[in-house]
Structures are given as C-alpha cells and as structure tokens.
C-alpha cells in the first residue's frame, strides 16, 4: 500500500467545470504540497499546506489533518490546466526513512 | 519568483560514460536539494537530499557510488550519473528548499537522459 493515494487517476472535464482531486496518506506529515507537471516535464509547486486552506486564482488547497486527507480544487476550469497534479508529503523528521512520500498524480484533460 | 535551474534539459550518452546534471537556485540560498527520478508514467521518488557543505544523503535502493551528489555552494547541486547503463535512463528533477523555515520547494524543468 502506497503511504500516499490519489484519485483520480485520470479526469477529464468540460471547460468550466469544477474539479476535485483528493489525496489521502497514512504517515505522519508536516507538510504537503500540490504539484502541477506539464507535458514537457517541468513541475511547479502550486500550494504547501501544514493546515487549513489555501487559495491562488481559482485554484484552492484543503487539508484535513485529522482525516489525513487533503483537495485541490480548480474553478472553471480551462485546457490549460491540463497538466498532471501530483500529491507529496514531507513526513516528519524521523531518524530514517525518506522525507517525502509522492502520489501516482492524476492526469488532467480539460476539454474546450 | 524563485527559480531553479537545471543543466541539461535533454543529454543522450553511451553506455559506460558518465553524465553530470546541474541544479542551481537562482535568486535564494538553497541549504537544501532534492533529486528525483521518474519512471515513465510514474510519479516522482525521491533519490537524495543534499545538503549544503555535507554528505546527501540518500533513499534505500540508490546506489551512492552510481549517482554522486555534490552540494558545494548555497546555489548549486550536481548529480552524477557513473557508468551510465541503458536502466539509467530517465527523467531526474531536481528540487530546492530556501533556507527559511517552511518555505516551499522549487523545482527545476527536469532532465532527460537518454543512455545508448
């Protein structure tokens, strides 16, 4: 079992639509990040959260700690948001191990 | 915004060379750098955290002595690839966290090599 699952996988939506993809890991964190891979392979980080909410344009980043659950969600969504989304969590300092866990990304297309 | 820099984007070598990929941040000190590979169709796995001045430090399953990390100044992490054999071919990224705590990371375009 992966310590960090995304879903979808893949997603196509309709220009305009509102989308959702959700993260769930099962490590303690101290932080996670949203990234966002375009076809050439450059990634941008798009939000680190530790709590709460966080928004830039119409893309806006939840976590829930409790649940060990986090969302980003993208507003009116346009083909140019079409790029793969990438989940990772920096665990916390542990004497071994790795710092951060990555989910498999969801695969976005958005449709003019 | 910050940005980091990655040196090359795309380098094919033969089998048996050795290949050295550059990860630079350009406007902030970087006490620390991540390398990534990715698989094709997979998402990110770490390989080692570099950190400025001291030994990286590396994930269970990659090979020290075939991928070197060097992090010799606050603005630059280079990676190489020993001996580069056709398995070695991949998409490595590279990653680098200012010094301030809790700043984010900033990733360069990633390189793409190609082992004949």
């Known amino acids: 079992k992966n310590e960090v699952e995304q879903s979808p996988q893949n997603l196509t939506a309709q220009e305009g639509e509102f989308i959702t993809i959700n993260c769930s890991y099962s490590?303690?964190?101290?932080?996670l990040h949203w990234l966002q891979q375009h076809p050439g392979g450059g990634i941008v980080s798009l939000f680190m959260?530790?709590?709460g909410k966080k928004k830039h344009g119409r893309l806006i980043a939840t976590i829930n700690i409790q649940e060990k659950h986090s969302s980003l969600h993208i507003t009116a969504s346009h083909p140019r948001d079409s790029a793969v989304y990438i989940c990772?969590?920096?665990?916390?300092?542990?004497?071994?191990?790795?710092?951060?866990?990555f989910g498999t990304g969801t695969s976005l297309t958005v449709i003019p | 915004g910050a940005v980091v820099s990655q040196h090359p984007s795309r380098v094919i070598c033969k089998s048996g060379t050795s290949v050295k990929i550059e990860c630079r941040s350009l406007?902030?000190?970087?006490?620390?750098m991540f390398w990534y590979r990715q698989f094709p169709k997979k998402s990110l796995m770490l390989m080692a955290t570099?950190?400025?001045?001291?030994?990286?430090?590396?994930e269970q399953g990659v090979e020290k002595d075939k991928f070197l990390i060097n992090h010799a100044s606050l603005t630059l992490s280079t990676l190489t690839v020993t001996s580069a054999h056709p398995e070695d071919s991949s998409f490595y990224i590279c990653?680098?966290?200012?010094?301030?705590?809790?700043?984010?990371?900033?990733f360069g375009n990633g390189t793409r090599l190609t082992v004949t």
């Open positions: 959260l530790s709590s």
């Open positions: 990653s680098a966290r200012d010094r301030e705590r809790n700043s984010p990371l900033h």
């Open positions: 406007d902030f000190q970087a006490t620390t």
């Open positions: 990772a969590v920096r665990v916390r300092p542990t004497n071994t191990g790795n710092q951060f866990y």
């Open positions: 570099s950190n400025e001045g001291s030994k990286a430090t590396y």
């Open positions: 490590v303690g964190i101290s932080a």
